[in-house]
């Protein structure tokens, strides 16, 4: 499985991005995708996620409103809709992908992408 991820970028406060994922390696029905995010110092955390089949959301309370995270089939990607950027959002963003039940802790995901920098000057 390999996942890779794009999009990040230098954006303005209130700004908009959006990242994207690419799948690859297996037929991903079954999974959850979903993102997350390390500000420098800080700890890795939850942004976003997504039932690759049904596709049902969840989004942390920081990104709710503002954040929305979609998905392709034909494509096999996996998007990050960043809206209304603020300077605390200013982190590395990674996808992931697990089997089973969603979760927010990034230690129950089997594959991860490279980051991308988002980074939202004041």
């Known amino acids: 499985v390999q996942l890779q991820a794009s999009g990040g970028g230098l954006v303005q406060t209130g700004g908009s991005l959006r990242l994207s994922c690419a799948a690859s390696g297996r037929t991903f029905s079954g999974y959850v995708m979903s993102w997350f995010r390390q500000a420098p110092g800080k700890e890795r955390e939850f942004v976003a996620a997504i039932r690759w089949s049904g596709g049902s959301t969840y989004y942390s309370d920081s990104v709710k409103g503002r954040f929305t995270i979609s998905r392709d089939n034909a494509k096999n990607t996996v998007y990050l809709q960043m809206n209304s950027l603020k300077p605390e959002d200013t982190a590395v963003y990674y996808c992931?992908?697990?089997?089973?039940?969603?979760?927010?802790?990034?230690?129950?995901?089997?594959?991860w992408g490279q980051g991308t920098q988002v980074t939202v000057s004041s």
């Open positions: 992931a992908a697990k089997t089973g039940t969603w979760s927010r802790a990034g230690n129950s995901f089997d594959y």
